[in-house]
C-alpha cells in the first residue's frame, strides 16, 4: 500500500514524507532492529521507553515509514492513537485484500498458543498465524500485516484481561471459527472470578460470522455452555461420549507424549502427537474439529496432527543434554491449571522408568485473593505426585508452594532465587534426570531453563 492511502485508512496525515506513493510491502514491526526494506514500523509508547526515539533507526533500517503520534523527523504517519490506528488498517487490509482468508481465532485460559500451533499446521493450502503469543491489541493486526492475496487462512490467538478485550479484537477480525480451550484461573486477579473470565471468553463465540463454526470443549461446564452465545454451528471437543470429535484410548509415552484414537462422526484414526503433555489431546481435537471443517478427512486429519510440530518457545520445550539430562522448559506462563498439567507430564515421563523426577516452580501471577490457597494447593499436588526433587523458587509465593508440600508429608526446598536454584541442581542433577521449570513470566526462570541447558552435573 502506499503511504497516502495508509494515511487516508488510518485517519492520519503524512509528515517528512518525500513521496507520498513510497508503498509498504513488508509486515509491521514495533522493534526497530527487526525494521526491514518496505516496513512500517510503530512507533508504541510503553512504560520505560517511548518507540518514537527510535524511528529514525527504523527507518535507516529500510522501513518505508513510522505511524507516530508527533513528527520525528524521518518519513511518518502522524495520527491521534498509534494502537487505535493499527487497529483500523488490520481491519482494512483483512476487509480488502485478505477477504477471501478464513479467519480462526483462538481463546482459553490455557492451551492457545499450543492449539493455535496445531491448528495452523493441520489446515491446508496457505497459513499465517499469531507468531509466539502476539494475541493483543498489536499482535493481532501484526499478523494481520503479515498474509496476502495468497492467504487461505489467518489464525489468530486473542487474549483478555478484561472483559471486552476479546470483543476488540474481534471488531477488527471478526471469526469465520472460534475456538475455546477452557476457562481457567488465569488473571483471575484481573477478571475478579471464573465467571467472569467466562463472560470475557465467550466475546469470542458471540463474534462468529453468520454461517460460521464455534469449536467448543465439552469437558468443561465453563465453556460447553457457550453455545447459547452464539447462533452459529457447534462442533464440540473432549473426552466425553456426547463430544462430536472425541479421543479413546489415550497412553502416555516415555517422552510424556500422547497417543490415541481420533473418534469424528466420519470415522476414527490415529494420532501420535509430538507435543509433549497430555493436555495436548484436547488442544489437538480442537485442531481436528478445525480440519474437519475445512474438509479434511479423519485419516488426513489425524496423519497432520501427528507430523506436527510445537513452534512456539518456553510452552514445555523439551531439550535432552548430550549428559542425558532432559530440560522442560515451560516458563512462559503458569495458573493452577497449566501447573497441575505440566506436572502431570513431568510425573507421566518418569514413572516406571529409572528416571529422577525434579520439578523447579516459581509464582503463579494475577490470582489476586486466591493466590495463597493456591499456591498451596500446587505444592500438595506436586507432594503428592511423588516427585524425586521440588525445588521452589521466589517469595511468598514459593514458601506457600513449600507450606503446601509439607502438608502432604513431601519434602520440597524453598530456594530465594534462580542462581541459588542453579547451584543446588549443578549439585544434584545426574544422566537420566528430566526436570521441567515452569512460573509466569517476570520470575526469570526461563532464563533459568536456558542456563540449565549448558549447566553439566
Excluded: C
Excluded at 129 to 157: C, K, W
Excluded at 252 to 261: K, N
Amino acid at each position: 500500500m502506499p503511504l497516502n492511502r495508509i494515511a487516508n485508512v488510518v485517519g492520519g496525515r503524512l509528515a517528512d514524507v518525500l513521496d507520498p506513493e513510497a508503498q509498504v510491502t513488508q509486515p509491521a514491526v514495533f522493534d526497530s532492529r527487526e525494521a526491514t526494506t518496505g516496513s512500517l514500523f510503530l512507533a508504541l509508547e510503553g512504560e520505560h521507553t517511548d518507540g518514537h526515539a527510535y524511528a529514525e533507526a527504523a527507518i535507516n533500517k529500510g522501513a518505508t515509514a513510522a505511524l507516530v503520534t508527533r513528527p520525528v523527523g524521518v518519513p511518518a504517519i502522524v495520527v491521534d492513537d498509534v494502537l487505535r490506528a493499527f487497529g483500523r488498517l488490520g481491519h482494512f487490509l483483512l476487509h480488502d485484500g485478505l477477504a477471501a482468508a478464513k479467519v480462526v481465532a483462538i481463546t482459553g485460559s490455557a492451551g492457545k498458543t499450543s492449539t493455535k500451533d496445531l491448528i495452523a499446521q493441520v489446515l491446508p493450502g496457505n497459513v499465517v498465524s499469531t507468531p509466539q503469543s502476539f494475541n493483543n491489541e498489536i499482535g493481532l493486526p501484526l499478523t494481520i500485516t503479515m498474509a496476502d492475496r495468497h492467504t487461505d487462512y489467518l489464525v489468530l490467538e486473542m487474549g483478555a484481561r478484561h472483559i471486552g478485550d476479546i470483543r476488540d479484537l474481534t471488531r477488527i477480525a471478526p471469526p469465520d471459527i472460534s475456538v475455546v480451550t477452557n476457562v481457567g484461573t488465569a488473571h483471575v486477579g484481573e477478571f475478579g472470578g471464573r465467571e467472569n473470565i467466562a463472560e470475557a471468553k465467550g466475546e469470542i463465540v458471540e463474534a462468529v460470522q453468520p454461517g460460521g463454526l464455534a469449536v467448543l470443549n465439552a469437558d468443561d461446564d465453563f465453556v460447553d455452555v457457550m453455545r447459547n452465545r452464539t447462533q452459529a454451528r457447534v462442533v464440540t471437543y473432549g473426552l466425553a461420549e456426547e463430544a462430536t470429535i472425541r479421543a479413546t484410548g489415550i497412553e502416555i509415552d516415555g517422552q510424556g507424549r500422547a497417543s490415541y484414537t481420533l473418534v469424528t462422526p466420519e470415522g476414527r484414526a490415529g494420532v501420535r502427537l509430538q507435543f509433549v503433555g497430555d493436555v495436548q489431546v484436547h488442544n489437538s481435537l480442537a485442531a481436528a474439529a478445525v480440519a474437519r471443517e475445512a474438509g479434511l478427512d479423519v485419516e488426513q486429519t489425524a496423519a497432520r496432527l501427528s507430523e506436527a510440530l510445537p513452534r512456539s518457545r518456553w510452552r514445555m520445550e523439551t531439550t535432552t543434554r548430550p549428559d542425558g539430562v532432559t530440560i522442560i522448559n515451560d516458563a512462559y506462563n503458569a495458573n493452577p491449571h497449566s501447573m497441575r498439567h505440566a506436572l502431570d507430564a513431568l510425573a507421566a515421563m518418569t514413572r516406571g522408568q529409572d528416571q529422577r523426577s525434579v520439578a523447579v516452580l516459581g509464582r503463579m501471577n494475577e490470582l489476586g485473593d486466591d493466590a495463597r490457597g493456591a499456591h498451596e494447593e500446587i505444592g500438595r499436588y506436586a507432594a503428592g505426585l511423588g516427585l524425586d526433587h521440588i525445588i521452589l523458587v521466589g517469595g511468598d509465593e514459593a514458601g506457600w508452594m513449600q507450606q503446601g508440600a509439607g502438608g502432604v508429608g513431601g519434602s520440597a526446598v524453598h530456594l530465594p532465587d534462580q542462581d541459588a536454584a542453579l547451584e543446588l541442581l549443578h549439585r544434584i542433577l545426574r544422566a537420566g534426570d528430566v526436570v521441567l521449570v515452569k512460573a509466569s513470566r517476570g520470575v526469570q526462570l526461563q532464563q533459568l531453563a536456558d542456563a540449565l541447558l549448558h549447566l553439566n552435573p
